[in-house]
């Protein structure tokens, strides 16, 4: 950052979530990234410096290793003048959602991150001429737990964003629940994938936004959000997907570019092979647990069909989707097991608050720290170090079950042979893309209280409402079998 021409004028709001806003720049491929905080709430700037900081090491030196260098984008912390800062907040206020005001933008410490525009394609530093198109993708989780802490029954059964999506809509955050399990989309396989991926065309929530030309064209704030129009979406893609302009408008066309869409990110899910060190992590579900969600739509739709649902192909061991995964499962324990083991270290650092930075709870993450994430071992030897390590590993695993990941898309140019970027295919037309990773900061330490008590209640809102309603159906229909009266006729 050139301090000297900083002009608010030339960069706009670009999206932000609980703990950060983004603004991106009108003529180069870069955002500025901004901690956010509630309005009584003050940070020092030696504090926010080195947060930022922790970001940028902790994507260097644990998510880069595990996911390979082609995929995650660390940045750098940059100091900015605070006017700049001023006027900038002052520019974007009033594109903000209203639902996320209750956090200002820091404006007073001058420090950001500078990072690359994702929804451009990662090969040029200034914004091409030619168009583009990017699809981010909040997966979550894609395992059902398989550890032997767990408690509830129904948690080797059903995944967690299935169960949770009864309790939000029940909250009031989403308007109705989605028909997507991440377990369809991590499956490998092609069918399931494809369903997964229309489902999260249809019902968006905050898992799917599409970006063309680094402009928000779908996607869902709240539950106050339009309802989603396939129709104005495909009129945005179809000159992607049917350059000749060989299709006529309507219902059919709408259906023939989304199913396009749809193949084209199951492609590139299905691509890479970029090298990172998940795959060596080993962790494996193999026979442990379920591959398929008991809740999954797709799933219940061929049991009433007396199909069984396809299980996974297997995704292969380069593409991304299989790295992430790797890395979720480093969530050994769940979090029944894993919060004893929690409360463990709190013991530990009651008697011994000094210790908090040797056990590098709140970083330096770098490579000591990353190489304590590979101890896979379960047996609890009852001691600090061991509580510590899953401890750690568990927070990683949740920043891997919260990450996005973004996929952009641009038509190849008629002499494309100097490309050198991956292609893919569609029906029509070739796509050089590139994919990424974000939202990859370290989850804190201090959520893991909130996350035991929100996974105890995500299960006891299930288990009351919807378990409850199906063993209500099934009881109606065995007591109205029980009135049933058979008649025999002679013949």
Known sequence: MEEGKMDENEWGYHGEGNKSLVVAHAQRCVVLRFL??????????????QHLQ???DFGKNVMKEFLGENYVHCGEVVQLPLEFVKQLCLKIQSERPESRCDKDLDTLSGYAMCLPNLTRLQTYRFVEHRPILCVEIKPKCGFIPFSSDVTH??????????MHQHLKVATGKWRQISRYCPLDLYSGNKQRMHFALKSLLQEAQNNLKIFKNGELIYGCKDARSPVTDWSELAHHLKPFFFPSNGLASGPHCTRAVIRELVHVITRVLLSGSDKGRAGSLRVGLGPQGPRVCGASPF???????????PERSGLPKGCLLYKTLQVQMLDLLDIEGLYPLYNRVERYLEEFPEERKTL???????????????DLSTEDDGTVAFALTKVQQYRVAMTAKDCSIMIALSPCLQDASSDR????PSSRSRFAFSVSVLDLDLKPYESIPHQYKLDGKIVSYYSKTVCAKDNAVMSTRFKESEDCTLVLHKV
């Not at 509630?38 to 700037?45: A, G, I, L, M, Q």
């Not at 029954?153 to 299935?162: F, G, L, N, T, W």
């Not at 061929?302 to 069984?308: E, F, S, T, V, W």
């Not at 709870?361 to 994430?373: N, S």
């Open 36 to 49: 956010k905080f509630p309005p009584n709430r003050k940070k020092t700037s030696e504090e926010i410096f």
């Open 54 to 56: 922790n970001i940028v």
């Open 153 to 162: 029954e129904m948690k080797h059964k059903v995944c967690r964003y299935c």
């Open 299 to 309: 799933s219940r739709s061929l049991r009433c069909q007396g199909k069984n649902t």
């Open 360 to 374: 590098q709870i709140d970083g330096p993450y770098d490579e000591a720290f990353y190489q304590k994430l590979l």
């Open 421 to 424: 970027r991956p292609v893919i």
